[in-house]
């Protein structure tokens, strides 16, 4: 059975940064892409970073140059540090798996995409 988990969420004020990780467990056996999503209160899930099998990576562009998502694939972790943050940024952030797509992704994953979800960090970036 393939189980994420994620941790790293805390509260923080603006302008500071985070560092999230999401481990990965169980034996998935393709390529795969992973990928971070957000959800603030009352809205939708948001992509956030894709990160393809050959760890290219893709941002929305609402973090783009502030969010860097990374994999240590000997530890099997997914990582997301987080800087310059603002109040918008939030939310419950959750890790998730596509496997479908055998591990090429050169855009950010849709939340009907993913296979497999951990079940969420929250951050809370205080102004």
């Known amino acids: 059975e393939v189980q994420l988990m994620e941790s790293g969420g805390m509260t923080v004020q603006a302008g500071g940064s985070l560092k999230l990780s999401c481990v990965v467990s169980?034996?998935?056996?393709?390529?795969?892409?992973m990928a971070w999503f957000r959800q603030a209160p009352g809205s939708k899930y948001e992509g956030v970073a894709t990160?393809?099998?050959?760890?290219?990576?893709v941002y929305t562009g609402a973090v783009k140059g502030r969010f860097i998502i990374s994999k240590d694939n000997a530890k099997n972790t997914l990582y997301l540090q987080m800087n310059n943050l603002k109040p918008e940024d939030s939310g419950v952030y959750s890790c998730?798996?596509?496997?479908?797509?055998?591990?090429?992704?050169?855009?950010?994953?849709?939340?009907?995409?993913?296979?497999?979800w951990g079940q969420g960090t929250r951050v809370t970036v205080s102004s």
């Open positions: 990160i393809a099998a050959d760890a290219t990576a």
């Open positions: 998730a798996a596509e496997v479908d797509k055998d591990g090429f992704c050169d855009r950010v994953l849709r939340p009907d995409e993913p296979n497999y």
């Open positions: 169980g034996y998935i056996g393709r390529p795969y892409c």
